[in-house]
C-alpha cells in the first residue's frame, strides 16, 4: 500500500510541471502588460520599462519558466503583482473556505444522489424513476452561475432566508452556494449510480441471495449496493475534482472569498504568479482526491485491496 502512495505521489511530479508549463505559455500569450497594469495607464513608458526589467518580464519565456519553477520547488508561490504579497500567504489564507465549500458540496450531492439512484433503480420505468432522471437532467444542463442567481432570488431577495454573498454570516451564508455547487454534481452521480444498480440487481449472485430469503433491504443495501458503489465512487472522485474548478463560478456568483474568485480576479489583473499558485493547488489537489478514491476502492472491493499490496 506504501508503495502504491508513492508511485502514485512521483506520478504527480510530471503533471504538475505539465499543468504549470501549459498555463505559464497560455498566460505568456494573454494580451496586455503587467507592468502597465500595476502602474496604470497614464504611467511613463520609461517608468513601465524600468518595472518590467525589475519583475524579470524581459527575460526569455524558459528563464521565466525556469525561474519560477525553481522558487515552487522550494515552496515559494511567487509574489503577486497587484498586492506585492507572497502567493502563498494570499493562497493560504483562501483555502480553507474553498474546500469548506467543496466538502459541503460533496456531502450534499451524495446525500441526495444515493438514495435517488438506488430508488430509481429498484423502481425501474416507474413514475419515481422518471421523476428522478428529470430531476438529473435538469441538473446536468443548468448551468451553476444561473442556478446560483435563481437560489439567490428566491431565498434571499424574495424569502431573506440566507444572505446574498459573503462568508460573514457562518453557516448560512454556506448554505446557497453549496447547493448551487452540489446539486449539478448531484445529477451526475445519481445517473451513475442508477446505472451501476440496475447492472448489478441482474446479476445471478443477487438471485442466489434472494433465494436463500435473505430481506430485500438487505440484499440491497450489503450486496448490491456494495458492489454498485465502485463506479459511483469513481464518479464522486471525479465530481469532488470538479467542484474545485466549479467553485470558480460559484464563488464569483456568491461573492464566496475561496481560491475560484481570487483567480477570477488574478486574471482579470493579469496577475500570472497568483493565477499560476491558484492553478498549481488546485492541481494537487485533484491528483491527491484520485489517490483518495483509489484508496477507497480497497475498502470496498478486497479484490482491489489485493492488487495494491
Given at each position: 500500500m506504501?508503495?502504491?502512495?508513492?508511485?502514485?505521489l512521483?506520478?504527480?511530479i510530471?503533471v504538475?510541471?505539465g499543468?504549470?508549463?501549459?498555463?505559464f505559455?497560455?498566460l505568456?500569450?494573454?494580451?496586455?502588460?503587467p507592468?502597465?497594469?500595476?502602474l496604470?495607464?497614464?504611467?511613463?513608458p520609461?517608468?513601465?520599462?524600468?518595472?518590467?526589467?525589475?519583475?524579470?518580464?524581459?527575460?526569455?519565456f524558459?528563464?521565466r519558466?525556469?525561474r519560477y519553477?525553481?522558487?515552487?520547488?522550494?515552496?515559494?508561490?511567487?509574489?503577486?503583482?497587484k498586492?506585492r504579497?507572497?502567493?502563498?500567504?494570499e493562497v493560504w489564507?483562501?483555502?480553507p473556505?474553498?474546500f469548506?465549500?467543496?466538502?459541503?458540496?460533496?456531502?450534499?450531492?451524495?446525500?441526495?444522489?444515493?438514495p435517488?439512484?438506488?430508488?430509481?433503480?429498484i423502481?425501474q420505468?416507474?413514475l419515481f424513476?422518471?421523476?428522478s432522471?428529470?430531476?438529473?437532467?435538469?441538473?446536468?444542463s443548468?448551468?451553476?452561475f444561473w442556478?446560483?442567481?435563481?437560489l439567490?432570488?428566491l431565498?434571499s431577495?424574495?424569502?431573506?432566508?440566507?444572505?446574498v454573498?459573503?462568508?460573514?454570516?457562518?453557516?448560512?451564508?454556506?448554505?446557497?452556494?453549496s447547493?448551487?455547487l452540489?446539486?449539478?454534481?448531484?445529477?451526475?452521480?445519481?445517473r451513475?449510480?442508477?446505472?451501476s444498480?440496475?447492472e448489478q440487481?441482474?446479476q445471478d449472485?443477487i438471485?442466489?441471495?434472494?433465494?436463500?430469503?435473505?430481506?430485500?433491504?438487505e440484499v440491497?443495501?450489503?450486496h448490491a449496493?456494495?458492489?454498485?458503489?465502485?463506479?459511483?465512487?469513481?464518479?464522486?472522485g471525479?465530481?469532488?475534482?470538479?467542484?474545485?474548478?466549479?467553485?470558480?463560478?460559484?464563488?464569483?456568483v456568491?461573492?464566496w472569498?475561496?481560491i475560484g474568485?481570487?483567480?477570477v480576479?488574478?486574471?482579470?489583473g493579469?496577475d500570472?504568479p497568483?493565477?499560476?499558485?491558484?492553478?498549481?493547488?488546485?492541481?494537487?489537489?485533484f491528483?491527491l482526491?484520485?489517490?483518495?478514491?483509489?484508496?477507497?476502492?480497497?475498502?470496498?472491493?478486497?479484490?482491489?485491496?489485493?492488487q495494491?499490496?
Amino acid at each position: 500500500m506504501i508503495k502504491f502512495i508513492i508511485k502514485r505521489l512521483v506520478a504527480l511530479i510530471p503533471v504538475l510541471i505539465g499543468v504549470s508549463l501549459l498555463v505559464f505559455f497560455i498566460l505568456d500569450l494573454a494580451p496586455g502588460d503587467p507592468a502597465k497594469t500595476i502602474l496604470g495607464e497614464q504611467a511613463r513608458p520609461e517608468d513601465i520599462a524600468a518595472l518590467r526589467e525589475e519583475m524579470g518580464l524581459d527575460d526569455p519565456f524558459f528563464v521565466r519558466y525556469g525561474r519560477y519553477m525553481w522558487d515552487l520547488v522550494h515552496g515559494d508561490l511567487g509574489t503577486s503583482y497587484k498586492t506585492r504579497d507572497p502567493v502563498g500567504e494570499e493562497v493560504w489564507a483562501r483555502l480553507p473556505n474553498t474546500f469548506k465549500l467543496a466538502a459541503t458540496s460533496t456531502i450534499i450531492a451524495i446525500i441526495l444522489a444515493l438514495p435517488l439512484g438506488v430508488i430509481a433503480a429498484i423502481k425501474q420505468n416507474t413514475l419515481f424513476d422518471g421523476v428522478s432522471m428529470f430531476i438529473s437532467l435538469l441538473g446536468i444542463s443548468i448551468p451553476i452561475f444561473w442556478f446560483g442567481l435563481l437560489l439567490i432570488l428566491l431565498f434571499s431577495v424574495t424569502l431573506g432566508w440566507f444572505p446574498v454573498s459573503g462568508a460573514d454570516q457562518g453557516l448560512k451564508s454556506l448554505v446557497l452556494p453549496s447547493l448551487a455547487l452540489g446539486f449539478q454534481h448531484m445529477a451526475a452521480i445519481a445517473r451513475t449510480t442508477r446505472s451501476s444498480m440496475l447492472e448489478q440487481i441482474r446479476q445471478d449472485y443477487i438471485r442466489t441471495v434472494r433465494a436463500k430469503g435473505l430481506p430485500e433491504g438487505e440484499v440491497i443495501t450489503k450486496h448490491a449496493l456494495r458492489n454498485a458503489l465502485i463506479p459511483t465512487t469513481t464518479v464522486i472522485g471525479l465530481q469532488m475534482g470538479g467542484m474545485l474548478g466549479g467553485s470558480v463560478l460559484t464563488e464569483s456568483v456568491f461573492a464566496w472569498p475561496g481560491i475560484g474568485r481570487y483567480m477570477v480576479q488574478s486574471i482579470q489583473g493579469r496577475d500570472i504568479p497568483s493565477v499560476m499558485g491558484c492553478i498549481i493547488i488546485f492541481a494537487i489537489s485533484f491528483a491527491l482526491i484520485n489517490l483518495l478514491v483509489d484508496l477507497i476502492y480497497g475498502f470496498i472491493d478486497p479484490r482491489i485491496k489485493a492488487q495494491y499490496k
